[in-house]
T-cell receptor, first 113, second 115 residues
Framework: GDSVTQMEGPVTLSEEAFLTINCTYT??????LFWYVQYPGEGLQLLLK?????DKGSNKGFEATYRKETTSFHLEKGSVQVSDSAVYFC????????????FGTGTRLQVTL | DTGVSQDPRHKITKRGQNVTFRCDPI?????LYWYRQTLGQGPEFLTY????????KSRLLSDRFSAERPKGSFSTLEIQRTEQGDSAMYLC?????????????FGPGTRLTVT
C-alpha cells in the first residue's frame, strides 16, 4: 500500500539557518503530494502541494519539488524563523479513490534565537 | 471564509462513558473525513463521507465507533463505552471532489482524554 517516510526529529536550528526535511513515498502511479504544518495545540494546515512530477510547490518561503525518479518531496526553507517552530507532515492521497491521506510520522522543528 | 470547525475542542470522560463529537465542514465541500492522531504520530484515517454516504471505513474503526452525516453537511463521530486507548486527537477534514488536487482542509481537532 501507499506509505510515506519522513526523517525523524526533532530538528533544532538557529534562526536564519537552512532547513531540509526529507520525505520519500511509495505509491502506485504519480499522486499529488502535500506538506502540512501543525502548530502547538492546533489542527493541520496545508503548507504546499505539488500535483505532478517535477512540479515545485511553494508557500511562505518553503519549497518542495516532486521528484519521481527518487520518489521524494523534500521540504526546504532558506532562512527559518522562530515562528516556523511546528511539526511538519508529508502526505499523499490514496491513488485509487483519492480518499484518505496517508501521512508520515511528522518532523518536529524547533527554531531558536 | 469559514473553515472547518469542530466541537468540543477538549473532552475529558471516564472510561465506559459515551462521547460524541461534531464537525462542520467548509460549506461547499462534499467530502468529509475523520482521522485520529495519537501523540507523536501522524493522523490515521478513520472514515469518510461523500455527501451523506459513508464510503470507506478503516479497520481502526471498531464497532464502538459510529459516524454519521445525515444531511450531507455536518458530521458526528460517536464513541461508545470509551477505553483509555481511545485517548487521542480526533481531526475532521473536508474537501471538494472534482478539483483534481485532492487537498483536504482540517479543523482544529477534538482532544479526547479518557480517565
Amino acid at each position: 500500500g501507499d506509505s510515506v517516510t519522513q526523517m525523524e526529529g526533532p530538528v533544532t536550528l538557529s534562526e536564519e539557518a537552512f532547513l531540509t526535511i526529507n520525505c520519500t513515498y511509495t505509491a502506485t502511479g504519480y499522486p499529488s503530494l502535500f506538506w502540512y504544518v501543525q502548530y502547538p495545540g492546533e489542527g493541520l494546515q496545508l503548507l504546499l502541494k505539488a500535483t505532478k512530477a517535477d512540479d515545485k510547490g511553494s508557500n511562505k518561503g518553503f519549497e518542495a519539488t516532486y521528484r519521481k525518479e527518487t520518489t521524494s518531496f523534500h521540504l526546504e526553507k532558506g532562512s527559518v524563523q522562530v515562528s516556523d517552530s511546528a511539526v511538519y507532515f508529508c502526505a499523499l492521497p490514496n491513488t485509487g479513490t483519492a480518499s484518505k491521506l496517508t501521512f508520515g510520522t511528522g518532523t518536529r522543528l524547533q527554531v531558536t534565537l | 471564509d469559514t473553515g472547518v470547525s469542530q466541537d468540543p475542542r477538549h473532552k475529558i470522560t471516564k472510561r465506559g462513558q459515551n462521547v460524541t463529537f461534531r464537525c462542520d465542514p467548509i460549506s461547499e465541500h462534499n467530502r468529509l473525513y475523520w482521522y485520529r492522531q495519537t501523540l507523536g504520530q501522524g493522523p490515521e484515517f478513520l472514515t469518510y463521507f461523500q455527501n451523506e454516504a459513508q464510503l470507506e471505513k478503516s479497520r481502526l474503526l471498531s464497532d464502538r465507533f459510529s459516524a454519521e452525516r445525515p444531511k450531507g453537511s455536518f458530521s458526528t463521530l460517536e464513541i461508545q463505552r470509551t477505553e483509555q486507548g481511545d485517548s487521542a486527537m480526533y481531526l475532521c477534514a473536508s474537501s471538494l471532489r472534482g478539483t483534481g488536487s485532492y487537498e483536504q482542509y482540517f479543523g482544529p481537532g477534538t482532544r479526547l482524554t479518557v480517565t
